[in-house]
């Protein structure tokens, strides 16, 4: 069970988020949608403690952190629970395709080197790019660097998944593959926290969809109700405004 509660992060004098309430069950696939700016991101990366919310409570199984007051061991206890996915890759430009995925395993979890780099390349094999595990990211796709990207992230072996819109910085003929392959953790339970603005995907894919504006879930539920039969106004707007 994975716990968001009451989580509020400003930045400045403009609050982004407002009292997020959230529970995840494992396994369960949640698509977060909405417009830009109203905090989709900022609420994965506070989940991940790339940014602080300034109150709230986060607790991924038994690891529990009080966001106004916590230690940095909790915190790093915390994010050993989390991959996270960012929608510009963020990959070492330093580091092959299979450097890259055995980092986190050498400096997260002391992995010695020569194990890290094995399983790195039975990951690249899973996710379909065996045969690139010597190439750097500049002689990569974008759809192979974001699959890369989710490889470093699984190599963890995270109990939480966070996917940053990890299709918006591709091209349109890279994008089919990075959902496929995230279709595929679906099948496998991976627990994920997904925001998006792939429709289809939120359609097909996610258990729930929640809807955010303003810093608040507005409306959330199962993909065919918020899809279907939209309640509120703004959400009816949103997916007047995408075409659905």
């Not at 909405?34 to 109150?55: D, I, P, Y």
């Not at 890259?100 to 996710?127: F, P, S």
């Not at 890279?174 to 998006?196: D, F, I, R, Y």
Request: with cysteine; charged share 25%.
């Amino acid at each position: 069970m994975i716990k968001l509660k009451n989580i509020h992060k400003r930045f400045g004098d403009s609050e982004i988020l407002k009292g997020i309430d959230i529970d995840i069950q494992k396994g369960e696939i949640i698509v977060i949608i909405g417009s830009s700016g109203t905090g989709k991101s900022t609420l994965l990366r506070c989940v991940n403690f790339l940014e602080s919310a300034e109150q709230g409570e986060i607790q991924i199984d038994n690891t529990y952190v009080n966001c106004a007051k916590y230690t940095k061991a909790e915190e790093l206890a915390l994010r050993r629970k989390t991959g996270f996915v960012f929608q510009n890759y963020a990959l070492f430009t330093h580091m092959t395709a299979r450097q890259n995925i055995a980092e986190g395993l050498i400096t997260v979890h002391g992995w010695k080197k020569d194990k890290a780099l094995e399983r790195a390349q039975e990951i690249l094999d899973d996710i379909g790019l065996g045969d690139k595990g010597d190439s750097y990211p500049a002689s990569l796709s974008g759809g192979q660097q974001q699959r890369v990207g989710i490889g470093r992230a699984m190599a963890l072996e995270p109990e939480l998944l966070l996917f940053d819109e990890p299709t918006s910085a591709l091209d349109p003929e890279w994008v089919g593959e990075v959902l496929s392959l995230m279709k595929k953790l679906a099948t496998q339970h991976q627990t994920m926290l997904v925001v998006t603005h792939e429709m289809q995907f939120a359609r097909e894919v996610a258990d729930r969809v929640i809807f955010m504006a303003e810093g608040h879930i507005v409306e959330q539920g199962k993909p065919e109700d918020i899809f279907g039969n939209p309640q509120d106004p703004r959400l009816k707007k949103f997916l007047n405004k995408v075409g659905i």
